[in-house]
């Protein structure tokens, strides 16, 4: 289903929610190109946006480096965006 949304009419009620993408560069499920879509479409928005890709990171985040980073940056992103 995803493959088939129009996503800038799927968003269009959350572009002003606070928003974290963070992309594994080798993921073949959710690939960087509907990555770089989904970017384009929240460069818009009114929302506070961080968008991370990581080189070495699949769709499950299997690089044990790159995993530990998603999750201090995502720890970090909810303490930043709650607070305001």
Same mark, same amino acid.
């Given at each position: 289903? %995803?493959?088939?949304?129009?996503?800038?009419?799927?968003?269009?009620? %959350?572009?002003?929610?606070?928003?974290?993408? @963070?992309?594994?560069?080798?993921?073949? @499920? @959710? !690939?960087?190109?509907? $990555?770089? =879509?989904?970017?384009? !479409? =929240?460069?818009? $928005? #009114?929302? #506070?946006?961080?968008? @991370? =890709?990581?080189?070495?990171?699949?769709?499950?985040?299997?690089?044990?480096?790159?995993?530990?980073? $998603?999750?201090?940056?995502?720890?970090?992103?909810? !303490?930043? !965006? %709650? #607070? $305001?």
């Amino acid at each position: 289903q %995803l493959f088939n949304m129009c996503m800038e009419d799927e968003l269009k009620d %959350l572009e002003s929610a606070p928003l974290l993408h @963070i992309q594994g560069e080798l993921d073949n @499920i @959710i !690939t960087v190109e509907h $990555a770089d =879509r989904f970017l384009m !479409t =929240r460069q818009t $928005a #009114k929302g #506070k946006n961080k968008f @991370i =890709r990581l080189p070495g990171c699949d769709h499950d985040f299997s690089d044990p480096k790159e995993q530990l980073f $998603a999750m201090q940056e995502t720890c970090q992103w909810f !303490t930043d !965006t %709650l #607070k $305001a």
